[in-house]
């Protein structure tokens, strides 16, 4: 049990906008820490590919976006394409645990 | 370009120790600006981190892991390794080392390393 909760699966036909949520508590992401996410295409290592809750790395295309509202946060990818299939993962701090923790990450399936 | 290689025994004994090391190139270790990390992944499962050090040699764990945990750094040759005592099998998993930036608990991790996969099993 992941102490951020994002959904098993989304899915979405190319073209099409869908959005990943990442559900924190008031020691992690409502207690202001940041929320960074990350891609990972099966079988190579995860990518950096938002920080900061709202940053994207220099390389990223701008159909990615981030953004934290109070206890949650969210990844919105537009313009779906076959490339975009991949596992992503939240990340943050939570002071209760005093460590890093990760969601249990969301499989994007591209119809 | 910073690149990060882990290397290490792919098959540990039950009860016993892993041991990796990751090294950094491109930049260096020594950079007030970051900490460098572990982070694994059971195989078909979600990412857990395992901690982080910084070049003085502070470390940060995860309290879950905490009591086998000792990740060390060698400014000299420019890696961070990692040590595991007691494994049992669901300490099998793809191992990453990944930059971890900024100084900061809350930081990102980015670039990570390739991975490399440890077995336990005897």
């Known amino acids: 049990q992941s102490v951020l909760t994002q959904p098993p699966s989304v899915s979405g036909a190319p073209g099409q906008r869908v959005t990943i949520s990442c559900t924190g508590s008031?020691?992690?992401?409502?207690?202001?820490?940041?929320v960074h996410w990350y891609q990972q295409p099966p079988g190579t290592a995860p990518k950096l590919l938002i920080y900061?809750?709202?940053n994207r790395p220099s390389g990223v295309p701008d159909r990615f976006s981030g953004s934290k509202s109070g206890t949650s946060a969210s990844l919105a990818i537009t313009g779906l394409q076959a490339e975009d299939e991949a596992d992503y993962y939240c990340?943050?701090?939570?002071?209760?645990?005093?460590?890093?923790?990760f969601g249990g990450g969301t499989k994007l399936t591209v119809l | 370009q910073l690149q990060l290689q882990e290397s290490g025994p792919g098959l540990v004994k039950p009860s016993e120790t892993l041991s990796l090391t990751c090294i950094v190139s491109?930049?260096?270790?020594?950079?007030?600006?970051?900490?460098w990390a572990w982070i694994r992944q059971p195989p078909g499962k979600g990412l857990e981190w395992i901690g982080s050090?910084?070049?003085?040699?502070?470390?940060y764990y995860n309290p879950s892991l905490k009591s086998r945990v000792t990740i060390s750094v060698d400014t000299s040759k420019n890696q961070f390794s990692l040590k595991l005592s007691s494994v049992t099998a669901a300490d099998t998993a793809v191992y990453y080392c990944?930059?971890?930036?900024?100084?900061?608990?809350?930081?990102?991790?980015?670039?990570w390393g390739q991975g490399t996969l440890v077995t336990v099993s005897s």
């Open positions: 990944a930059r971890h930036r900024p100084a900061a608990i809350s930081g990102r991790f980015d670039p």
């Open positions: 900061g809750n709202n």
């Open positions: 990340q943050s701090y939570d002071s209760s645990l005093s460590g890093v923790v």
């Open positions: 491109g930049d260096s270790i020594s950079s007030s600006d970051y900490y």
């Open positions: 008031s020691s992690n992401i409502g207690a202001g820490y940041d």
């Open positions: 050090i910084y070049y003085s040699g502070s470390t």
